[in-house]
């Protein structure tokens, strides 16, 4: 008998920052030259890798890495040697496919890049988000537009993937600059976009200000539907709501968070989802790095979790795949839950009526010879009113 062994992809979040910036709700605090911080940061994350490799008996095979947070470059490339040796020590990388790396334009450095060339790093999404100095300023970055050109070039030159990250529909941003944003990030050479409106989340400096004192916000529909039509003409072709590649050149990790496959937590405020096979698991690491350190003094360090069971988790995995450009496989959705997806079934059925009472030009449909669907997916209009789908889904 063949024993299938799960593989699973690999988040590391590292929760440090240069400065806080006015929008951002992720957990990250600054590290204002703390190497002790980091240090015990670090040796945090192996004592979580070690319990993570004797529960599971012997080095854990992963298919893909991301390490972000945070700002994963304000460690220095001494303390990224500990970051890596953690991940060797630990972690099974005999079939990695890809290992992302996010790096923040001022504190990305050419050690921190040759470091990378030699250990199992293959990519790297740079926090680009404009390429607009007053933009810039807005936002509380601390790069302007010519240091994050030079830092695509200068990470191209050591041969990784490269993927920016821009923001678009910020307070008085005009079309034509973003425009300006998206043709000059294309000329630079990347081959992947995550483009992201702008969400002031309630618990940040700028979530305090009223719109008036932030300087209002355009509608981000018209950003959007620019950013689809200009991308793909320009050779990146949209694959998910906020992402665009080159064919081929598609981010392996965050489909694997859109294919609902087992993603592993490591580090403070990291989310993990594991496949059981009844239900699904979600579960979330200690929110502070104080108490990640202790957590982790005593054990696995988890405080929040949720099961996913029955209806939710087929929710949850058709909401994930339509963000997709393959959208929902109807036969791999009966392989994947190992149950048939009959009309009888109460999830199958009511799925396919949403998506069937939609308007047709937001979703397409693939059916067999006998007319049975077989694949389901949103067109580029019907990515623009995601949200509005998902809602019709959840049947709220
Ligand atoms: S650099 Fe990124 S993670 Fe850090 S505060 Fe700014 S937006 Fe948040």
Redesign the pocket.
Known sequence: MIQIIPIFSLYVHVPF?????G????Y?IPLQNSSALAESYLAALRREAKILRAAWGGKIPVRTIYIG???PTVLSPLLWRALIKTITDFFDLSNLEEATV?A?PCSLSEPHLALWRGSFVTRVSI?V?SLDDDELRW???LHNAKTALRSIEKTMSYGFAVSADLIFALPRQTLRAWRDTCAQILSSGVEHVSAYQLTIEPDTPLGGLSGDERGGAPDGYSFYRFAQWYMNRKGLAQYEISSFAKPGLECAHNLAYWRQENVLALGPSAWGYINRSADGFRYRNAKTLEEYITLTELGIPIVDAEILSGQKRDEESAILALRTKWGVDFKNFEKKFEKKFEKEDGFAARLENVLKNIPSHLVRFESDHAGNIERARLTPSGMRVGNAIWSEIVGE
């Open positions: 920052c240069a400065a806080k910036c929008y951002c709700a992720f990250s947070g945070g700002t996010e923040n926090g988000q936002l509380g970055r």
